[in-house]
């Protein structure tokens, strides 16, 4: 597609429950980034994919969050057992390593919200 | 470890005002600069990119600054119309550790007024 695109665009879960978000970075991206943006926290860091090598897992929350991509395209950011305060729109990004200088576009977004 | 801050909050101008946004950083290792708008309800558009090397980018009424050695960037928008309405962030990329990730500000809100 032109963009990064991800869905659900909403999710509404209970306490408790598991939910999967999913990112289509743009085709030929190798770099794919996870955020989350929280009122009054701003956007804060997730999870970064660069190739084949080790996700930088550093901004992760707890170990309720994970996230994987698949043969370098496709990601999913798995959050179990959610809580309230996981309530947030989460957004990813993608970006080349060539001629761009890490320029990262971004998806629309899923809004997030844990009854 | 870096941290950005933006000011004002929020800013409220007259159409056809130019107007700047402010953005500081407290570690000068960074990669490049780069300013979003986000819409209401909205993902982020990048606006701008400044690599590390530069000092400047524009396009059409807009221009980036970038300043190293004094940690700031600064946005301008010329002649602001209403449709320059949104919220304003900008972010910094590191070397070295989680390289490429962004960490952003909090942005400002920009409303223009007809």
């Known amino acids: 597609g032109a963009g990064v695109s991800q869905s659900p665009s909403n999710k509404v879960t209970e306490k408790g429950k598991d939910v999967e978000l999913r990112c289509d970075p743009i085709?030929?991206?190798?770099?794919l980034y996870w955020y989350r943006q929280s009122l009054g926290q701003g956007l804060e860091f997730l999870i970064y994919?660069?190739?084949?090598?080790?996700?930088?897992k550093s901004g992760l929350p707890s170990d309720r969050f994970s996230a994987e991509r698949t043969g370098g395209s496709v990601s999913t950011l798995t959050i179990q057992r959610t809580q309230q305060e996981d309530s947030a729109v989460y957004l990813c990004a993608s970006s080349s390593s060539r001629g761009t200088y890490n320029e990262q576009f971004f998806g629309p977004g899923t809004r997030l919200t844990v009854l | 470890k870096q941290e950005v801050t933006q000011i004002p909050a929020a800013l409220s101008v007259p159409e056809g005002e130019n107007l700047v946004l402010n953005c500081s950083f407290t570690?000068?290792?960074?990669?490049?600069l780069q300013w979003f708008r986000q819409d209401p309800g909205k993902g982020l558009t990048s606006l701008l990119l400044i690599q590390s090397s530069q000092r400047e980018q524009t396009s059409g009424r807009l221009n980036a600054s970038l300043d190293k050695s004094s940690g700031r960037s600064t946005l301008y928008i010329a002649a602001s119309q209403p449709g320059d309405s949104a919220t304003y962030l900008c972010?910094?990329?590191?070397?070295?550790?989680?390289?490429?990730?962004?960490?952003f500000g909090k942005g400002t809100k920009l409303s223009v007024k007809p």
């Open positions: 994919f660069q190739g084949n090598s080790a996700p930088d």
């Open positions: 570690d000068s290792a960074i990669y490049n």
């Open positions: 085709s030929g991206h190798t770099a």
């Open positions: 972010a910094a990329s590191n070397y070295g550790g989680s390289q490429g990730n962004l960490i």
